[in-house]
């Protein structure tokens, strides 16, 4: 395991380049993000250690960061005074362009892997925005109406993104349908608030959700509506959740009980014929001693590398095979 402390700064968000093996980026606040700064950090897997290149210092809190897929430098920040910042690695100090236009706090950003002219956020006022990194205004606005904690695109489309909110609904969009809402699928996926979501990366039609009532739920939109597997086991709302971008049936969640914890579905048994079952936790990271915010995979080298970050002001990286053993 590697480490590294984001002094005076808790970490919110934490994202793996698209480009470099060696390079990942920590959204991270000051003071819980309740009040004052934020700091962007880009970060460099050494043979010495975890190494920060450089930091970007903000006058609002961070709670995520993109990397673009159209540039290796370049990455998104979404903060916590509605505005939504770009920032290039090679250059010192300020953004490369800024947009207000939320008038809450930016609570997340997901960059499209098909279509990577276009980059998507969503606020806690309601609303998901459309940019293009050129671009001085959003090139289209969804209304939700409620608290919306995070966009999601579909990792093999250029146009169907998701997002959950505080109304304990998952919605689903397409950009080719007409204004104003483009919205093609809504289902009730928890009691309470939808904290975050994530695409399968080998299934298109396959979504994980959690939230607050601490259950991880696994959806399949071509049965709307008849949740597929339900994954118990965190003791306090769960954060982020990421599937594997090596292994169709593994996820991983972040929690406010300060554990990471891996999970299979139990898509990958052929044994395993009902939906609902076969679910189950496979290892537990606990390092953390604070709120887990934030957690992804690497896309390079070796299967089942990952990173974590929480309020505790630390930055993780660690092998998930060495808490799971062989598969």
């Not at 995520?64 to 090679?90: H, P, R, W, Y």
């Not at 406010?256 to 936790?281: F, H, K, N």
């Not at 990173?307 to 808490?323: K, L, P, R, Y």
């Amino acid at each position: 395991m590697l480490s590294f402390r984001t002094t005076g700064f808790n970490g919110y968000a934490v994202k793996y380049s698209p480009f470099f093996d060696n390079r990942i980026a920590c959204a991270a606040s000051a003071n819980f993000g309740l009040v004052g700064n934020g700091r962007l950090y880009i970060l460099a897997l050494t043979p010495q250690g975890i190494v920060c290149e450089k930091f970007f210092d903000t006058q609002d809190s961070l709670f995520d960061v993109a990397f673009s897929e159209s540039n290796a430098n370049q990455l998104a920040v979404a903060s916590g005074d509605g505005s939504i910042k770009l920032f290039d690695a090679t250059l010192n100090e300020f953004p490369i362009r800024q947009w207000r236009e939320h008038t809450r706090e930016v609570f997340s950003l997901s960059w499209n892997l098909v279509d990577k002219s276009i980059f998507a956020s969503s606020s806690w006022d309601g609303s998901v925005k459309i940019w293009n990194p050129t671009a001085p205004q959003s090139l289209r606005n969804i209304y939700i109406g409620s608290c919306t904690y995070s966009v999601q695109f579909q990792p093999s489309s250029p146009t169907v993104l998701s997002a959950v909110s505080s109304d304990g609904f998952m919605r689903v969009f397409d950009l080719r349908a007409p204004e104003p809402s483009a919205e093609i699928a809504k289902t009730r996926v928890s009691p309470g608030e939808v904290l975050t979501q994530d695409w399968n990366k080998y299934r298109p039609e396959v979504i994980a959700t959690a939230g607050v009532d601490r259950a991880i739920r696994v959806w399949d939109l071509k049965m709307p509506g008849a949740c597929q597997t339900e994954l118990v086991g965190h003791e306090y709302a769960v954060r982020r959740v990421a599937w594997s971008p090596h292994w169709q049936d593994v996820i991983l969640s972040a929690s406010y009980d300060m554990s990471v914890r891996v999970w299979t579905d139990g898509s990958a048994s052929s044994a395993v014929a009902v939906p609902g079952t076969g679910g189950r936790m496979m290892g537990v990271m606990d390092r953390h001693t604070e709120f887990v915010a934030g957690v992804d995979w690497c896309l390079f080298g070796g299967e089942g590398w990952a990173a974590s970050t929480g309020w505790d002001e630390m930055v993780w990286v660690w092998d998930v095979g060495g808490i799971i053993g062989s598969r």
